[in-house]
């Protein structure tokens, strides 16, 4: 195989990277930070953006588009929001460079084109969005206002890694507004499940659905409900997040409606998010040794049919066979790909398309003609079989779905294992250094003790998951009581 | 009606402005010169993003994102690309805000946080992307390379109108890489008849298309295609573009492959593009003075229904043969909403659907349900009929294509009746003062007559036909010898 790949027990982080890049995800650019997200990574990203989409609009969601600048004045009119994001943001200060009169063919920043007011690259849209939000609205009937956006946003952070944290990301972003406080609690949750039923049932990732504690509240949410996932170094992942503001956006940017009884009030607000992160869950979560392992559902690529042959006069009744069986598997809304070209040996494609976590390969030679069958192979657990090439369209389809839900089975598998409930500290250490996973603990409630778990432990708490059971119990670090447990992890 | 737009008599540019506006399309935002697009707005891009985007995939393309910066080092690396775009470039000079010592809850640049190189906010990808094209590129193998992105650029206009011009917009670029001269130039053909398939078919505007003059070329391209619209005020509108770009960019990024006899040669490329001013040509194309006309294929809403009633009783038997009907369109692939609304009368729902340039109003009442039929009013001529209910799939299915075809037909008849052909710099100036639209003349063929032409008449030269005919003439401003027509036109 020409493009090996790092084992996940030699190094579980360069095993990442070399899958991102030599399946062809994405590459590093020349900016800091940045990616290019390559066609194969893209053909991914689309097919969960469009599933993910499809959802939204089936929930009542339109998309809209909103500046990518946000003016300074706007940016920081709500104040923990910008203290959030103030230390990581790209500023545009000039609008324009000239010819350089010391290095000719050179540019230079004109200073003459300096902005009166500095602009920022969105970090999050709500300022911008909210201030658009004050023309909308005026009376309860223009509420909710149900909108979605897919843009890129950028936020300058200091150590990146493909797709897991990127100084400039692709993602969706929801930001509604409603009438009362009770209808943008509904639809926070709501957009909640919408998330946790696209990550376990598109990409097949088990998720637990939570809520954050203050310390770990998106900045100028009153609550942010999560889905975390697991890694399969035993690390968690938030997978996505759902914010109920309250009115904090709407004081900030002055955005009232007039009630049924003429009466002014503060509108209520969401926003929700889900970003190319996810593509780094999915590699992490799913894949081997050989490489990438993808859920049929979202898979660029669902088949892949090999020939092995010698001779033109061999390949000749293959490509014939095949093109029905190719045209079979489409009728059956099946995305497949007939690799016939000459410059690799089978051998070498098998490899290939194992690397990029095609979910099913079939091959086929002379001898298989003759008897009528095609072999399969399964991604997913390397089996493989001879069928019978009769009703391949049917069968390869159960197949589709059998991986899916195997690879969802496994990751549920591992997950189950994975969550410890521990009842003191020494307990609570050697789960996270020797077990890893989520850890259940219980925790006394306040910032201060989270804060110092995290110093000393280097494992944050995750999430109070939405179906706790309450029972008394002390936390494992002050001792003090505490009424439920919280899920600890190490995380990305 | 609630919303009155101005008349196109009356204003045009106005009339325009009150369109988009009014019927939802976008709006101004607080960043200068950057825009909103509204949901009713992001419905038309997302019909237009998507059929294009299917055109591109079944011509052998694919999808992938590369990053929004650009460093100035790379940026300047094509010269000529770079002196085009270097008068209107975002700057990004810092990375960081912080905390203003003198005024408490206000943030400043962090001074501190000054990039070593300043990044420029993309205003066309060709220099990030050649650049990360000389990686991917070895061998004859590696080509070609047939890429698109979906994208939002900045250009710092000056003076910006909704959709036309704006600093930042969305837009489609396509960057291949090709072996040979004669294979990217039969792409960059290629990709501008997909352009004038789908602006003709699926806009219902009729283009020219045709090749840019020198002067009027893309910045570092050897080539410029493009296809032509016309207005109704008879300015033209360039509605795409399809550049062949030579080796430029493969010799300023140093990007070589070696060919089948081993020898090293620099990449052929082609760059093409449409953006959301296609949707300010369609409005200014189609419109009327009572709003948008929309053409059904592309329309966010090709059918509406409204109810017209007394009391409670007649509307729950008018819902109940609705339900039917919208069944019946669903099930045609036709897109509907039925507005029972009871916040507003008939009327008013009728004019502001029409504001809106829905295709189609279906409007039913108590005698219809006796008589089993259903007003049925064209958008595009206003003409009412009473329809029968049954077979109100079908009948509405063919009303949907007639429109399409009747909205392209008045286009092109305008279109054909604003060529005009001159022989003199007297009717030259009649006919775009008097006449307006195109105007067929001929031209010395050098840039300064050009330039000077344009000086005196504010028109510019909008392309050499493809299919133009050769003649020998003179030039109307020189006189000089002319061995072809070029069209001329005032231009958006």
Redesign the interface.
């Known amino acids: 195989m020409s493009k090996e790949i790092t084992s996940r027990s030699q190094d579980y982080s360069q095993w990442y990277n070399d899958i991102v890049i030599k399946a062809g995800l994405a590459?590093y650019?020349?900016?800091r930070g940045?990616?290019?997200?390559?066609?194969y990574?893209?053909?991914l990203?689309?097919n969960m953006r469009d599933a993910l989409d499809k959802m939204f609009k089936e929930t009542g969601h339109?998309?809209?588009?909103?500046?990518?600048?946000?003016?300074?004045s706007?940016?920081?009119a709500e104040?923990k929001n910008?203290e959030g994001f103030?230390?990581?943001?790209?500023?545009?200060?000039?609008?324009?460079?000239?010819?350089d009169p010391d290095n000719k063919?050179?540019?230079i920043?004109d200073a003459e084109a300096k902005l009166e007011e500095?602009?920022?690259?969105r970090p999050t849209s709500e300022a911008?969005i909210w201030?658009?939000y004050r023309?909308w609205i005026q009376s309860y009937?223009d509420l909710p206002i149900l909108?979605n956006q897919w843009?890129?946003v950028?936020r300058?952070e200091m150590r990146t890694r493909l797709f897991l944290r990127t100084a400039?990301f692709?993602w969706q972003e929801g930001h509604t507004a409603h009438a009362t406080k009770e209808e943008a609690i509904v639809e926070t949750k709501k957009m909640l499940e919408v998330y946790a039923d696209f990550v376990e049932n598109w990409m097949a990732l088990p998720v637990i659905k939570g809520i954050k504690t203050p310390n770990e509240r998106f900045a100028g949410a009153e609550d942010t409900y999560c889905i975390e996932a697991l890694m399969q170094d035993g690390k968690a992942l938030q997978a996505g997040t759902s914010h109920f503001l309250g009115q904090n956006f709407a004081k900030a940017f002055n955005v009232k409606f007039s009630d049924k009884d003429n009466k002014l009030e503060y509108v209520w607000a969401t926003s929700w998010g889900v970003s190319t992160r996810l593509i780094g869950a999915l590699v992490m979560a799913h894949s081997d040794d050989d490489g990438l392992v993808l859920p049929p559902k979202i898979a660029p690529l669902q088949v892949v049919i090999v020939p092995i042959y010698k001779g033109e006069e061999q390949k000749a009744l293959i490509n014939d066979k095949v093109k029905n069986i190719v045209s079979e598997l489409k009728a059956n809304g099946i995305s497949v790909k007939y690799d016939d070209s000459d410059?690799a040996r089978p051998g070498w494609k098998f490899a290939q398309y194992e690397l990029q976590g095609v979910p099913v390969r079939l091959a086929i030679g002379a001898r298989d003609l003759e008897a009528n069958v095609i072999e399969v192979a399964r991604r997913d657990t390397k089996e493989k079989k001879s069928v019978s090439i009769d009703g391949i369209g049917s069968y390869i389809q159960t197949l589709l779905n059998e991986i899916q839900q195997n690879i969802y089975n496994r990751a549920k598998a591992f997950q189950q294992a994975h969550i410890t409930t521990v009842n003191n500290w020494d307990e609570f250490i050697k789960s996270l250094d020797e077990h890893t996973g989520f850890v259940s603990a219980h925790w006394d409630g306040t910032p201060e003790t989270e804060e110092k778990i995290k110093e000393l432990s280097k494992a944050t708490i995750r999430c109070i998951p939405l179906d706790n059971v309450q029972e008394e119990g002390k936390c494992i670090l002050t001792g003090k009581p505490s009424s439920q447990r919280v899920l600890f992890a190490r995380a990305y």
Do not use: Q
């Open positions: 590459d650019s020349a900016v940045c990616m290019v997200i390559k066609p990574g893209f053909g990203w689309e339109v998309n809209a588009y909103f500046p990518l600048f946000v003016p300074k706007l940016f920081e104040e910008a103030a230390k990581e943001c790209a500023v545009v200060t000039h609008y324009r460079l000239k010819a063919g050179k540019l920043v500095e602009l920022i690259v911008i201030n658009t023309d009937r909108v843009a890129n950028v300058w400039e692709l410059n």
